[in-house]
């Protein structure tokens, strides 16, 4: 059963990454599939072939609940109610909203059966008459009219990045939007709406939100948020890079080992009640009301969390145990792990895309494997009874370095980075969250409202907790420095001989010697750092997704440029700290020797900030210095662009254009101008001048003739791109870095047309997705990759 259940899961999480979904006729083929049971391995294809029937079903499911193109950037007016837990910042709330009527703004009715159940809507701050227009109080479950304007899902490509539109696929979002300033905008006072649990469920963590938000004054409240109720949207972002560089992330938010201690908790409180029944009904078994509390207990605080994957694989293994142990029957670990797996990807097919789902599967696989078999010496042969103290303290540290030593590649891949001081911080951060932090959260929660003073003692408790553990992680960060967590990027031959290695040192001893384990991590690491990446290009120009905003990372070898930062989106999301990061992570890179920010418009400079809290920069160009903020993660050497001599690397010259700035130049006329050199071929970045820019320094003679590859000034917008400037550069490749559908219209049709009449060859990365150009010495022209075809997903 258990081989049979994974060729299932393996047959759905195939078909999740496949580029196109096969016809929905295909499941036909499952019809006669019943006449393998005939054959000895019979029943294996069978598995294989549902699992790929129930992808392909659930992949079409997913494609048909998007948003139908005829309605996409059209006003409607859709009534429904607010569904989970609204996000507030400065500008905006965000909320989730469930659709029951929907017509045209002229008040034509749209059948609901074809159009999304669930959208994503903004509700941004207006300004009317010189003043700012409050946006309403949301709350969840209230019943709303709305005027809005939507889009299918849509998410940035880029390398090493996450795929934002698999996650609103995944919550069932079948469009986001925003609202239209109209009249036509009230609650529905009088609307009469049925009970839904879900909705009851996301009251109660909301006022537990805002119960922490009111009364706690630790510094730490985001990370109280999060283990209550699985809200990570408070923890602040000092807070996160703490605890990924601990190894500890996991247990911000509510883990699957919180779910396993409160179902222990709930087994004792069971069994108390049930002894106590039995002194009135002699016949009651205790151990089956203490099997029930448990998973009443689990599932109610997997509740509390929203149902993520881990904790739904607590969950699941959790029932199947106590449902075994109620029905008196005998079950393998083995067996719950497999069955667990086959519902997470029957409930959620594109589960693979969260990271949560493989470590978390995979923690307990390697746990299982590691434990499962072996003995220990106690002195009582009864399954649940003599263990010493010392037996459980072995456990728990021997659990730390399986899970240590064996998530060493997949951390590698998933994330680019190893903690080597996590088996000291989960050492010490383990037992003070389980053991102390979420009870005493559990119960001052459940006694906000009969005691209060209790309630706050034992909140401020928690609270003050977690300060000191973050108090003794930071010292532990400051004491080790840059190796806590080092950034690694293997090679796949380097993974395969590190993860051998890795093996033989999770086999039972006896088997392997433990040397070669060692020896093949010894050996792995060290050639990571002294090999170079074979076949490097000599110039690699990589144009990433970010949206409305610029951010491109130019390579010679082992040097790197970044000209711009991206935009930032809000106080917990830009591009420098989630795109640009995350890919330079993948390469390798810690380090930037020029960082080049344009100009100080915020979709070009918003995500400088972030990304420096990742990545050190050597030297920092800028058009203004004056115009940019001080930041603490800021080298000291920061000058002006405009004054920077040429320099080369590796053959490849940067060369700064000169401007004629007065003090009435605007800030897109005063960007700074990159112009890169390699052989015969040129690359030009001009930010976001203006026609005038360009013709002087047409007129000055700075800009060679027949460019190479022109990123698009200023987005492809018309104020750009003169026919002039066009006429003479006649790119060969041109590229427009601008959003899907965005409000600027960029970039603008005349402009595509006057590129298209030189016969350049557009790209548009919210169409591309990032776009890579790679130059090698035996070829004339770069090889271009676009991310969005490589990586395709079914859903693009």
Known sequence: ????????????????????????????????????????????????????????????????????????????????????????????????????AVSTASGTSIPIASFPQKLQLSWYQYRRDQQSIAIPEILIADQWQLRVRLKRPRGFVNPAGFDYQAWLLRQGIGATGYVVEHTQNHRMLNSDSPFLWDDWIDQQRYELQQWIVDRSHSSERGILVALLIGDSALVEKDQWLRMQQTGTSHLIAISGLHVGFLAIFGFYIGLWLGKCIQLLWHSCPSLMIAWLCAIGCAGFYSALAGFNIPTIRTLIMLALFYSACLWRRSVRVVDIFCFALAIVVVLDPLAVFDMGFWLSFGAVALLLFYFSGRRVNKPDASQWHGYSVGNVLSGFI????????????????????????????????????????????????????????????????????????????????????????????????????????????????????????????????????????????????????????????????????????????????DAGSAILAPYLYSQG?????????????????????????????????????????????????????????????????????????????????????????????????????????????????????????????????????GVRFVNFTKPEYVVYSAGYRSQHGHPHPTIQERFQIQQSRGFNTA???ALIFEWYKNHQSPVIREYRKIQRRYWF
């Open 589 to 721: 890179v810690t380090h930037v020797d020029v960082l080049v920010v344009s100009h100080s418009d915020m979709d070009h400079a918003g995500g400088m900030s972030g990304l420096l809290e990742k990545v050190s920069a050597e030297k920092i160009l800028l058009s203004e210095i004056l115009k940019f903020d001080a930041n603490k993660h800021m080298p000291p050497s920061v000058f002006n662009c405009h004054g920077e001599p040429a320099w080369t690397w590796g053959g490849v010259t940067f060369e700064f254009l000169p401007l004629v700035i007065s003090s009435y130049t605007s800030d897109n006329n005063k960007s700074c101008v990159l112009l890169i050199r390699y052989g015969d071929q040129y690359v030009l970045l001009p930010g976001d001048i203006e026609t005038r820019v360009e013709n002087q320094l047409l007129d000055e003679q700075k800009i060679p003739q027949n460019l190479t590859l022109l990123l698009a000034a200023h987005h492809g917008s018309r104020t750009s791109s």
């Open 767 to 769: 169409e591309s997705g």
């Open 1 to 100: 059963m258990p081989l049979h259940l994974l060729l299932f899961s393996l047959s759905v999480i195939i078909c999740s990454v496949l580029p196109a979904l096969p016809p929905l006729w295909c499941l036909l083929i499952l019809l006669p599939a019943a006449c393998l049971l005939r054959w000895r391995y019979g029943s294996y294809c069978l598995a294989l072939l549902l699992g790929c029937g129930w992808g392909i079903y659930s992949g079409h499911k997913l494609l048909a609940m998007q948003l139908a193109d005829e309605w996409v950037g059209q006003d409607l007016l859709v009534s429904g109610s607010i569904q989970g837990l609204p996000e507030k910042d400065e500008r905006r709330v965000r909320f989730n909203f469930r659709v029951t």
């Open 398 to 573: 021997r659990s730390q370095w399986v899970m240590f030593i064996g998530l060493i590649v997949p951390l590698s891949l998933l994330v680019s980075s190893i903690s080597l001081v996590a088996p000291l911080a989960n050492a010490i951060a383990i037992p003070l969250i389980t053991f102390f932090v979420v009870p005493l959260l559990l119960v001052g929660a459940a006694l906000k409202d009969s005691a209060l003073w209790l309630s706050n003692f034992l909140l401020g408790s928690s609270g003050t907790a977690l300060e000191w553990l973050s108090f003794v992680l930071q010292k532990i960060l400051d004491i080790t420095g840059d190796y806590a967590s080092p950034i690694v990027a293997f090679s796949p031959a380097l993974s395969l001989l590190i993860g051998l290695g890795c093996l033989v040192l999770l086999m039972p001893k006896g088997l392997f010697p433990g040397g070669i384990g060692w020896g093949a991590l010894a050996i792995g690491a060290t050639l990571s750092f002294m090999l170079e990446q074979p076949n490097r290009p000599d110039l690699k120009v990589s144009i990433m997704d970010v949206g409305q905003g610029t951010a491109v990372i130019v390579q010679v070898k082992d040097k790197v440029l970044l000209y711009d930062t991206g935009p930032k989106f809000t106080d917990s999301f």
